[in-house]
C-alpha cells in the first residue's frame, strides 16, 4: 500500500516538475527537503501528531517553508498534509527522486563484493554498466559482504545480477541433492 502511495503521489509531483519546466528545481529542492526532514524528527512527529488538526498542521509547515521552497513544492506538501499522507513523506520524495534521475538517464546501482573494490576496479565496474544499460551516468553505492566469498551483485532498481560464489555454490548444491544414485 504504501509503495501506490508513493508511487501515485510521486508520479503527481514528477508530472508538475515536467509541466513547468522544473524538473531541477524540483529535484535540488526536494534533496534539500529530504535532507532537512532527516535531521529534524520533532517535525515530522507534529506533522503525524493525531491531535493536532490538519489546518494548524498546513500553517506550520507554510510558516516553515514558505518562501524557502518553490509554490509547486509548497503546494505538493500541502495536499500531501491534508490528505493525510505525512507518514509516507519520505517514501514519495525518494520515489520523486528516482523517478526524475531515471527521466535525465542517471542510472542507481548498488555493487556488494566480497572485498573492497579498487578505484579502478570501481570505474570498471561503472563503464560496464554504461555499456550494457540505457543510461548516461551511474550513481554507484559500494557495499561490503564477506559472506558472498566472491564475484559481486548488482541492483539496479528491481533487476539483480548475482554472480557471487556463494549464490553459484547454492545452486550447485541444489543441482547436486536432485541428482538421483
Known amino acids: 500500500m504504501a509503495k501506490l502511495i508513493s508511487k501515485t503521489y510521486g508520479d503527481a509531483l514528477f508530472e508538475l516538475a515536467v509541466e513547468e519546466g522544473k524538473?531541477?528545481?524540483l529535484l535540488e529542492?526536494?534533496?534539500q527537503l529530504q535532507k532537512i526532514l532527516a535531521e529534524n524528527g520533532d517535525f515530522g512527529k507534529l506533522m503525524n501528531h493525531p491531535k493536532i488538526i490538519k489546518e494548524e498542521k498546513i500553517e506550520v509547515a507554510k510558516s516553515v517553508f514558505e518562501g524557502r521552497v518553490s509554490e509547486e513544492l509548497l503546494g505538493f506538501l500541502t495536499i500531501i498534509i491534508s490528505k493525510d499522507r505525512y507518514s509516507e513523506?519520505?517514501?514519495?520524495?525518494t520515489?520523486?527522486?528516482a523517478k526524475v534521475k531515471e527521466?535525465?538517464?542517471i542510472g542507481i546501482a548498488t555493487v556488494t563484493t566480497a572485498v573492497p573494490l579498487k578505484d579502478s576496479q570501481?570505474?570498471?565496474?561503472e563503464k560496464k554498466l554504461l555499456d550494457t544499460t540505457r543510461y548516461k551516468s551511474m550513481e554507484i553505492s559500494y557495499?561490503?559482504?564477506?559472506s558472498l566469498i566472491g564475484g559481486m551483485v548488482i541492483r539496479i532498481g528491481?533487476?539483480?545480477v548475482d554472480s557471487s560464489i556463494r549464490t553459484k555454490l547454492s545452486k550447485l548444491q541444489k543441482d547436486l541433492l536432485k541428482v538421483q544414485i
Open 23 to 25: 524538473v531541477d528545481i
Open 29 to 31: 529542492e526536494t534533496l
Open 89 to 93: 513523506i519520505d517514501e514519495i520524495l
Open 95 to 97: 520515489y520523486f527522486v
Open 103 to 105: 527521466y535525465k538517464g
Open 122 to 125: 570501481c570505474k570498471e565496474v
Open 143 to 146: 557495499g561490503v559482504d564477506a
Open 158 to 160: 528491481d533487476r539483480v
